[in-house]
């Protein structure tokens, strides 16, 4: 069983659409999945509702019940972790108790990004992570690949302590298939490919640590 933890110290990074989006990739692939929700916007579970009705659905378990894990079936194969929005380092701690790999989104603005840089000192500081239990990607998020700031932010984001493991660009896909309980993996379109393709790159790199 492999559990990812998506977290950020900013909200508003696309936490929960990067969340919804690798639960529905595992699940279309076959995989027994389950979204734990610890945010209270309760966003991704929500999505989890909705997909219910569509095929490959998510479990959807509300993290802010102590204990959620006994909620997780035994034969969960893959379970993804939506943290609280700005969370904090020590409550990251927390969490990775219970997970395998962390994931944090990046915007590419001077904003995010001086805000991301202590969160990931903090991070870097905790146990199971110095200890090298814990790998840790980081996403850029909402790219717009043909504009300077965001070229300048994924050249700042790789001098960051930990590896950038995914570029993804902005694109309303996400926001119109999140309000169906879908995801951009449950299309096939030459235009959805694209950004499908965005992806490639992090679940190599979470299988490698499944």
């Not at 904003?111 to 840790?136: H, M, N, Y």
Request: charged share 25%; net charge positive; no cysteine.
């Amino acid at each position: 069983m492999l559990k990812v933890l998506v977290a950020s110290s900013k909200g508003g990074a696309g936490k929960s659409t990067l969340a919804t989006n690798l639960a529905a990739y595992y699940a279309v692939d076959g995989k027994n999945t389950v979204l734990v929700d610890a945010d209270r916007q309760g966003s991704s579970l929500r999505w989890s509702e909705k997909r219910a009705a569509h095929a490959n659905a998510v479990l959807g378990i509300s993290g802010l019940r102590r204990d959620w894990e006994k909620q997780v079936p035994d034969d969960a194969q893959r379970v993804v972790i939506d943290s609280a929005a700005g969370i904090r380092p020590g409550e990251v701690g927390d969490w990775l108790e219970s997970a395998d790999v962390l994931i944090v989104p990046v915007l590419p603005s001077a904003i995010d990004l001086e805000a991301t840089q202590p969160f990931l000192a903090e991070v870097g500081a905790l146990p199971r992570v110095k200890k090298g239990k814990v790998a840790v990607g980081l996403v850029a998020n909402r790219l717009k690949p043909w504009t300077n700031a965001s070229q300048l932010a994924v050249e700042e984001i790789k001098g960051f302590p930990f590896p950038l493991v995914a570029e993804l660009r902005d694109t309303q896909g996400y926001v119109l298939a999140n309000a169906l309980g879908k995801s951009i993996f449950d299309y096939h379109s030459e235009s959805v490919r694209s950004h499908q393709e965005d992806w490639a790159k992090l679940l190599r790199w979470l299988k490698k640590h499944a």
